[in-house]
């Protein structure tokens, strides 16, 4: 009998894998390949990381390579593969400014691209090392430099759509992130990016709405991409209040916490908190630790909130401290009344802060990586060229003048 059990057992639990197995390999049979390859249309803001789900492949297949066009039917090709050695790429190891070939990963087949740049636009292709093709997005990443931010509690409103005869130019909204802050009064925006509408649009690119692409696609003709150019991305911001949800302590954090308010113990933070030094004169740039371009970030000095109605970059051009759309807190040319602590909020909770202490004086180890040491080399540079320019030309001159004198005069 024990036997036997065991027999009926074992058949029973390779049976289970053996189903378990094939509703794995099934999972790609739910979508299926199309016989004529379209391509996907997506848009997305300058710093923003985005995944490309690779929808669909033969059973056979195993593993997937991307590749990317900047134009349909170019001979230029840049293949993405996580193959052969390299490394997965993490987004906060990513810099800015970096080429997109250290700055994708593949992840379960998707694509993952961080801190995309409006250069990343074009098409990207799920196939093979073969060069099959199973499934294809147009990526349209659309630039910040320009975006308009509109403030509701201010009154104002958001760009009017465009009509250029059959082509309709409009913003398209995202979701309103969640507030910044709690407990006092915070805000929360979303973000709208440029679409169109038009009937003369290529029909091999797949379209959420009939005839509605972004202005960037390269579904769009090149001269009506020339007309919604001058259609910048949008920022809409409104003022929000919610409550914060209370922590229990219990136990041991509970007496710790009173015993810190008696004063017993030293200060305790309730976030943790970075110290840094910095020169007087010198500009800083401070980033939230894991906040993206499209989260809730908000920014505090002390007692001091730094709302984006009076502190976005682009609201007054001779700001010295600004955020910038990609919740980074600037602070240019240092002085002495910037010390304190800096705070940070993303989606709503407050996660990090930052001490930072200005030094008047003191000895600063110049390096190439400082955009200020760069700068200043230079304009040395320049201005050596520049003498050397107008010592060269007064020698010119003084030797033609010289030659015009020692020649001999021919005229009668």
């Given at each position: 009998m024990n036997l036997a059990h065991t027999t009926v057992l074992l058949w029973v639990w390779g049976s289970l894998q053996a189903f378990e197995i094939v509703e794995k390999e099934n999972i790609f049979q739910r979508t299926p390949c199309p016989a004529f390859?379209?391509?996907?249309?997506?848009?997305?803001?300058?710093?923003?990381?985005?995944?490309?789900?690779?929808?669909?492949?033969?059973?056979?297949?195993?593993?997937v390579v991307w590749y990317y066009q900047k134009h349909l039917g170019s001979s230029h090709t840049k293949v993405l593969t996580d193959f052969d050695g390299r490394v997965l790429t993490e987004e906060s190891q990513v810099r800015a400014g970096s080429d997109m070939l250290v700055r994708f990963s593949i992840r379960m087949f998707s694509l993952l691209v961080f801190r995309a740049q409006p250069e990343d636009s074009g098409l990207y292709f799920c196939g093979t090392r073969k060069g099959d093709y199973f499934y294809a997005y147009d990526v349209d990443v659309q630039s910040g430099e320009g975006m308009v931010a509109t403030f509701k509690d201010q009154?104002?409103?958001?760009?009017?759509?465009?009509?250029?005869?059959?082509?309709?130019?409009?913003?398209?909204?995202?979701?309103?992130?969640?507030?910044?802050?709690?407990?006092?009064?915070?805000?929360?925006?979303?973000?709208?990016?440029?679409?169109?509408?038009?009937?003369?649009?290529?029909?091999?690119?797949?379209?959420?709405?009939?005839?509605?692409?972004?202005?960037?696609?390269?579904?769009?003709?090149?001269?009506?991409r020339a007309q919604a150019r001058e259609h910048t991305p949008e920022l809409l911001v409104q003022s929000c209040v919610v409550p914060c949800e209370k922590k229990v302590h219990e136990g041991v954090m509970a007496i710790l916490s009173y015993v810190s308010k008696v004063g017993s113990r030293p200060w305790l933070p309730q976030v943790p908190i970075q110290f840094h030094q910095q020169r007087l004169g010198h500009g800083l740039i401070i980033s939230c630790p894991g906040a993206r371009p499209e989260h809730a970030v908000a920014w505090d000095k002390d007692r001091q909130y730094f709302y984006r109605t009076q502190y976005l970059r682009g609201v007054n051009r001779s700001m010295r401290v600004f955020i910038d759309h990609g919740n980074h807190l600037h602070i240019r040319f240092t002085q002495l009344s910037d010390r304190g602590i800096y705070y940070c909020w993303r989606q709503g909770v407050r996660v990090a802060g930052l001490r930072l202490s200005v030094m008047s004086r003191g000895r600063y180890r110049a390096s190439f990586s400082d955009p200020e040491t760069r700068s200043a080399v230079e304009l040395t540079l320049v201005g050596y060229l520049f003498i050397t320019a107008v010592f060269v030309t007064i020698h010119l001159c003084r030797c033609c003048c010289y030659l015009f004198r020692c020649c001999p005069n021919f005229s009668p």
């Open positions: 390859l379209m391509f996907d249309n997506a848009a997305y803001l300058a710093d923003m990381s985005f995944e490309l789900p690779c929808h669909c492949k033969p059973e056979e297949v195993s593993a009154g104002q409103e958001p760009f009017a759509d465009e009509h250029h005869g059959s082509l309709h130019i409009f913003t398209t909204f995202w979701e309103w992130t969640p507030c910044d802050r709690c407990g006092v009064r915070g805000e929360q925006w979303r973000i709208g990016l440029c679409y169109l509408q038009s009937p003369g649009l290529s029909p091999r690119y797949r379209k959420t709405l009939p005839e509605v692409v972004s202005c960037g696609s390269q579904a769009v003709p090149r001269k009506l």
